[in-house]
């Protein structure tokens, strides 16, 4: 049900405990009949009782008492009230003053239109000016404790916390950097390639491609690296039937080693020298020369 502004305003103020008694029963008597304007009534307590917990009771400024008696009249200097003469009674019907009862005087009969009660107005404009300060004091109070120190109140009461998404960019992988290499032609002459030699001098991995090389029946085609700084030969393994054969085993030797060797090619039994020394003749030979530059 919807309530006029009026409703709103006597609900609010009974919360507040600022009517009259008469005000009051009249609250109770509609909160008694109409569940829906208790519920009314019940949620004004429940906001006004929670910020009433957070400030103490705030004394009016002494200029809001003087706009309070301004709003009413009672400013400035108070005229006397003036009652209008009683008519002159029937000389009959006078009796001798020592002979009337004040007892049996009917005060409901006497003439008050010129009598001014400001006492219950008075009352009521004070009990809301108090209301409303401390209301705004309140106020002023949750606002700056929900700015500065949030967790002191209660969940409800609590700013909700602003969230933010921030969508980063994906990061972007550094173009990979060229690695430098070394490439040998292993031959008998500049004529008749047999085997291209590739090495990697970041990974020290190499791989030996078939060129011109003829199958030897029985035998097995092997790599030797020979180098002054080594006191022999050192096997690098068996060249296989396929046209790639890739291998790791340059990774024990230091880059100068490597680079500065010479690489040699052996005929031996079939599945390599059973010494590990070179057994067969020397077919083909070659040196590293460096076709891809290290990343500056």
Do not use: C
């Not at 001098?201 to 030996?208: I, P, S």
Request: glycine content about 6%; charged content about 20%; proline content about 7%.
């Amino acid at each position: 049900m919807a309530y006029s502004e009026d409703h709103i305003a006597l609900a609010a103020e009974y919360a507040l405990g600022t009517l009259s008694a008469e005000e009051r029963v009249q609250v109770e008597t509609m909160m008694s009949v109409d569940k829906d304007f208790a519920a009314v009534v019940e949620a004004w307590e429940r906001k006004l009782g929670v910020l009433n917990q957070m400030v103490g009771l705030v004394e009016p400024r002494p200029e809001v008492w003087e706009k309070i008696r301004i709003a009413i009249g009672l400013a400035g200097t108070q005229e006397a009230i003036v009652h209008p003469e009683a008519p002159q009674p029937v000389a009959a019907a006078v009796a001798e003053p020592s002979s009337i009862d004040s007892s049996t005087v009917d005060r409901s009969t006497l003439d008050r239109s010129n009598v001014i009660d400001f006492s219950v107005q008075a009352k009521r404009w004070r009990g809301v000016a108090t209301g409303m300060t401390a209301i705004a004091a309140m106020l002023v109070a949750l606002i700056a404790v929900q700015a500065y120190r949030p967790e002191l109140l209660p969940a409800g009461l609590r700013p909700k916390a602003a969230q933010q998404v921030v969508q980063a960019p994906a990061p972007v992988a550094p173009p990979a950097a060229a690695q430098s290499q070394y490439v040998a032609l292993l031959q008998t002459d500049a004529a008749s390639p047999a085997f291209i030699l590739t090495v990697d001098a970041a990974t020290k991995n190499f791989t030996v491609r078939k060129v011109g090389a003829e199958p030897q029946a029985g035998k097995s085609y092997e790599l030797w690296i020979v180098s002054d700084k080594l006191q022999r030969p050192r096997s690098l393994g068996v060249i296989g039937s396929n046209d790639f054969t890739s291998r790791a085993a340059l990774a024990a030797y230091d880059p100068d080693v490597v680079n500065q060797a010479t690489y040699a090619v052996t005929v031996e039994p079939e599945g390599g020298s059973p010494t590990g020394a070179a057994t067969g003749p020397i077919v083909f030979t070659g040196k590293l020369i460096e076709t891809v530059p290290p990343a500056r």
